[in-house]
């Protein structure tokens, strides 16, 4: 609850701060015009000013408009159009290019307050001087400050997105750690499940046999029983533990484990056990990687621990076949004489045990060859060929071994693999080259976006100034050589006779007249038959200036007089 008064209390705080800020230039606005109204110059904006900043948190839009509704004010004062609003302007469409995301909507705004503030000249009939400071001053307060805010939005987001990648970095690498730890757990299920699981099915049926044997008394082969019954329980257990800490399907099992001892020892243990197994091998044994020799023989040592299980008085055949680029295993156990299971992979489909026959066919599809295993002629089949290199063409991302140790692994760096759908990318950028096929994650391609907006509204910063200037500022120019071309010195003005024709007075004359008098200068009266021009008495390009009026009856002066600005 304590936070949420906090977190609460933050926009108040720097909605105050703003509002006071913006009513301390207000306020020096208002001092420095002297003989301004108390209640329509200084309370009315400052009213104004504590509805429009609350707004330009909720409604930006809205609050921008009503501040130019106080530069809309000033357009109409007689002195001049400059005031402090100007600065109320600017930070309020600074907040709108800030906190709003979209641009159609805000440039709406921008564009109607703009076109407001033409069309107030044009109804008050402004002076040229007005016109200028509307065309220039105040869309520059409207444009430019908007455009800033956007910048700002932009690395806001651009870093906020950063730091959400990095977020989601770490949160992924602690993924990765428990995805490594889980794999080790499947591990020691495999190797306990392989390996300890083939010893202690040999030592049931080690018991099983010495149970027949005429020496033994009654105690002996009772105790062989309870033995017997023992190891049976031994791998429920067994088989229990593997299925807690087997990993789920579709986990990758991509850890290699060291081969305890080649096939041929395998094959040895079994027959030294008691188990009726006949192995041959044919043609030359060629170079074969370490992954595919612990392949080999993991399917030759769950082939000899399931024919035990399911037919243990059944002979079992074992065959390995070389070819030139692949090798052959076949197991075939005979069917049970007494009307037993003959299909060992049916009662492995279902159970806590439903695991061998389905990792072996895992591993040796990972390892590019192919496995089948189902009741054939003769018996239960499992045939395997297996590639003489591993070429791991059903997984992506899995490096290929290295030479090192003697699984292909090097020695000091075993560790979980990684695949390329949980190992950690780099940020790709716009600029990288990334391979054909490769997955780019979805932090990255949002970083990227954010990224590619920033650089866009940075660019449309530095180009808009520029484009406006190249619009504004030839007219500004143009209007303030105008101004400044027109101007007749009070000291040249005294100097001017009437009666003396215009080839005399020429030299005292600027070069051209001023073309833009007030209605009230036009209206003015003036003798019958004459043409009069006007000339400013001074070059103040936002001010009103007193106008020299210089009526000529042909080429001859007849009148001069002096139009005074209309000042408050």
């Known amino acids: 609850m304590l936070h949420t008064r906090i977190t609460s209390a933050r926009p108040v705080c720097g909605d105050v701060a703003l509002w006071g800020a913006l009513a301390a230039a207000t306020g020096f606005g208002f001092w420095d015009a002297g003989s301004a109204s108390l209640v329509l110059d200084l309370f009315l904006p400052l009213a104004v000013l504590a509805v429009a900043v609350p707004w330009s948190r909720r409604r930006p839009g809205a609050a921008v408009v009503l501040v130019n509704g106080l530069c809309v004010w000033g357009l109409s004062d007689s002195a001049t159009p400059g005031n402090a609003h100007v600065l109320s302007l600017v930070a309020v469409s600074c907040l709108l290019g800030a906190r709003v995301a979209a641009a159609w909507r805000p440039l709406l705004v921008l564009v109607g307050c703009a076109a407001v503030d033409l069309a107030t000249c044009a109804v008050l009939r402004t002076p040229p001087v007005w016109w200028f400071y509307a065309m220039t001053v105040l869309p520059a307060a409207l444009l430019l400050p908007w455009l800033a805010g956007r910048h700002w939005r932009g690395r806001r987001e651009l870093v906020r997105e950063g730091w959400r990648l990095a977020r989601s970095l770490e949160e992924r690498q602690h993924l990765v750690a428990e995805r490594a730890r889980l794999t080790e757990r499947a591990d020691i299920a495999a190797d306990m499940h392989d390996s300890l699981g083939h010893a202690l099915s040999l030592v049931a049926l080690r018991a099983g046999a010495l149970e027949l044997s005429p020496d033994l008394t009654d105690r002996d082969r009772a105790d062989l029983v309870e033995l017997r019954r023992t190891i049976a329980d031994a791998v429920e257990q067994l088989r229990e533990t593997v299925a807690v800490l087997h990993d789920p399907p579709g986990t990758d099992k991509d850890a290699v484990l060291p081969v305890n001892g080649t096939v041929e020892d395998l094959l040895s243990r079994a027959a030294a056990s008691g188990v009726p197994v006949q192995w041959e091998r044919r043609g030359a044994v060629p170079e074969m990687s370490p992954l595919v020799e612990r392949g080999m023989h993991r399917v030759v040592q769950e082939a000899l621990t399931n024919a035990v299980k399911h037919a243990p008085d059944c002979s079992i055949r074992v065959r390995i076949t070389h070819e030139p680029d692949r090798t052959g295993v076949s197991v075939v156990n005979a069917a049970p004489p007494g009307g037993g299971p003959s299909q060992p992979g049916e009662s492995l489909a279902s159970g806590v045990g439903g695991r061998g026959l389905t990792g072996l066919r895992e591993r040796v599809t990972v390892l590019g060859g192919s496995m089948r295993a189902g009741p054939g002629e003769g018996g239960f089949h499992v045939t395997a060929v297996f590639p003489h290199q591993a070429t791991a063409i059903a997984r992506r991302g899995t490096p290929a071994p290295e030479p090192g140790s003697a699984d292909g692994t090097p ?158």
């Not at 391609?445 to 030839?474: H, T």
């Not at 005292?508 to 000339?535: H, I, M, V």
């Open 411 to 568: 020695v000091g760096t075993r560790g979980p693999a990684f695949t390329s759908e949980s190992a950690p990318h780099p940020d790709p950028g716009p600029e990288t080259d990334t391979a054909p096929g490769t997955v780019v994650p979805e932090s990255a391609k949002r970083l990227a976006s954010v990224r590619s907006d920033a650089r866009r509204r940075s660019a449309v910063a530095l180009v808009a100034p520029v484009v406006a200037a190249v619009f504004f500022v030839p007219s500004a120019f143009y209007l303030a050589w105008q101004l400044t071309t027109s101007v007749l010195p009070p000291s040249r003005f005294e100097e001017l006779t009437t009666g003396r024709p215009r080839a005399e007075l020429a030299p005292l004359l600027p070069a051209r007249a001023y073309p833009y008098p007030s209605d009230q200068a036009r209206s003015a009266s003036r003798p019958p038959g004459t043409r009069c021009e006007f000339y400013r008495s001074g070059r103040d390009l936002l001010d009103e200036v007193d106008l020299y009026r210089l009526c000529w009856s042909g080429n001859t002066l007849l009148t001069k007089d002096i139009v005074p600005a209309r000042r408050p």
